[in-house]
């Protein structure tokens, strides 16, 4: 079994960065895959970002450039770096891990993920 939790939300004014943590316990993770996502009320959840277990990242297109992931599988953690933050980013983000190994962020985003966390909440004023 897998817990994943998120810290490092909260709330920023419009252009500034936010780093968000995915801690890992339970089994290692060292062969999952780990992703992040996100999700507004009443909106569906919107896939950000996925690395692979040999560091492979993958990135939806509206996310690149300002969304970095890292992981650490050392430290069982995942990241994700957030800079010139917009109030549409404004949401609750998530960590999940996976142990399918997908060849695309479109795989990555309608694929399956094992475990997830509890979400974390950004918020971005402008």
């Known amino acids: 079994q897998v817990q994943l939790a998120e810290s490092g939300g909260g709330s920023v004014q419009a252009g500034g960065s936010l780093r968000l943590a995915c801690a890992a316990s339970g089994r290692p993770l060292s062969d999952y895959g780990m992703g992040w996502f996100r999700q507004v009320p009443g909106k569906e959840r919107e896939f950000i970002a996925a690395i692979s277990w040999i560091y492979i990242t993958y990135y939806a297109d509206s996310m690149k450039g300002r969304f970095t992931i890292s992981r650490n599988i050392g430290r069982r953690t995942a990241y994700l770096q957030m800079d010139n933050l917009k109030p549409d980013d404004s949401a609750v983000y998530y960590c999940?891990?996976?142990?399918?190994?997908?060849?695309?962020?479109?795989?990555?985003?309608?694929?399956?993920?094992?475990?997830w966390g509890q979400g974390t909440q950004v918020t971005v004023s402008s």
């Open positions: 999940a891990a996976t142990t399918i190994t997908y060849s695309s962020a479109s795989d990555y985003a309608a694929g399956v993920w094992n475990y």
